[in-house]
C-alpha cells in the first residue's frame, strides 16, 4: 500500500492564482481531512469528509474548496491565494469503525509558499 | 468541547538522558489517547495509543499511561537518542470523526 499521498511536494504561487493540492489514498479509508501547520499554532483543520459525496467545515476552511467523488480521493482547492495562506498542508484518513480510537493517517505534506 | 494540553517545547536533552513530556486532556465520555511523532520534513505518524483507562501504550522504547484520574497520557523515555529529535503531538478522540491534538513539543536531543 502507498497509504496516504500528496502532491505536489512544494508549490511557489502569486497571490490571487488558483491551484488544487492532491490527495489520495489507498486503503479504503471512509475518513478524510485536511490539515495546514504553522509555527505555534500546532495542526488546524481546514475540512474533512466521513464518506463519498460528504464534507464540513473545520476550523479554518475560509478561502479553501473540497470535494470527495470517490473514496480514494480528497483535493483541496485555493481560490484565490494569499500570503496568509503560506503554510504546510497535510491530508489525512483513518477508518469509521466502532469505538472512535482508530488512528489517522497522515501524508508527507505540501509546502505552499505565496509571493 | 474537547481539548489537550501540552508542555511547551523545546525540550533540549543530552543522549541516554531520560524523557518525559506532559500532556493532560478535557474530554467529554471516554476518549482514546495517542501520542503522534512528526520527524523533520514528515508528516505524523502513530507512535502509541490507548483506548482506556489505566491502559499503557508502548512503541520504540516509549511508553505513555492513560491516567483517567489525572487526565494525562505523558510521554517517556527511559534513555533518548539523537534520532528522537522530532516534535510529540498528544492527541484524543471521542465518538466523533476528527482528533483533537495538542500544539505539538518540539524535542531535541544532542549527543
Known amino acids: 500500500n502507498a497509504g496516504v499521498t500528496q502532491t505536489p511536494k512544494f508549490q511557489v504561487l502569486k497571490t490571487g492564482q488558483s491551484m488544487t493540492l492532491q490527495c489520495a489514498q489507498d486503503?479504503?479509508?471512509?475518513?478524510m481531512s485536511w490539515y495546514r501547520q504553522d509555527p505555534g499554532m500546532g495542526l488546524r483543520l481546514i475540512h474533512y469528509?466521513?464518506?463519498?459525496?460528504?464534507?464540513d467545515q473545520g476550523e479554518v476552511p475560509n478561502g479553501y474548496n473540497v470535494s470527495r467523488s470517490t473514496t480514494e480521493d480528497f483535493p483541496l482547492r485555493l481560490l484565490s491565494a494569499a500570503p496568509s495562506q503560506t503554510s504546510v498542508y497535510f491530508c489525512?484518513?483513518?477508518?469509521?469503525?466502532?469505538?472512535?480510537?482508530?488512528?489517522?493517517?497522515f501524508g508527507p505534506g505540501t509546502r505552499l509558499t505565496v509571493l | 468541547g474537547d481539548s489537550v494540553t501540552q508542555m511547551e517545547g523545546p525540550v533540549t536533552l543530552s543522549e541516554e538522558a531520560f524523557l518525559t513530556i506532559n500532556c493532560t486532556y478535557t474530554?467529554?465520555?471516554?476518549?482514546?489517547l495517542f501520542w503522534y511523532v512528526q520527524y523533520p520534513g514528515e508528516g505524523l505518524q502513530l507512535l502509541l495509543k490507548?483506548?482506556?483507562?489505566?491502559d499503557k501504550g508502548s512503541n520504540k522504547g516509549f511508553e505513555a499511561t492513560y491516567r483517567k484520574e489525572t487526565t494525562s497520557f505523558h510521554l517517556e523515555k527511559g534513555s533518548v537518542q539523537v534520532s528522537d529529535s522530532a516534535v510529540y503531538f498528544c492527541?484524543?478522540?471521542?465518538?466523533?470523526?476528527?482528533?483533537?491534538f495538542g500544539r505539538g513539543t518540539s524535542l531535541i536531543v544532542h549527543p
Open positions: 490507548a483506548t482506556k483507562a489505566d
Open positions: 489525512a484518513s483513518s477508518y469509521s469503525g466502532a469505538g472512535g480510537n482508530n488512528e489517522q493517517f
Open positions: 474530554a467529554t465520555g471516554y476518549p482514546s
Open positions: 486503503m479504503n479509508h471512509e475518513y
Open positions: 492527541a484524543l478522540k471521542t465518538g466523533s470523526y476528527i482528533p483533537t
Open positions: 469528509s466521513v464518506g463519498a459525496g460528504i464534507t
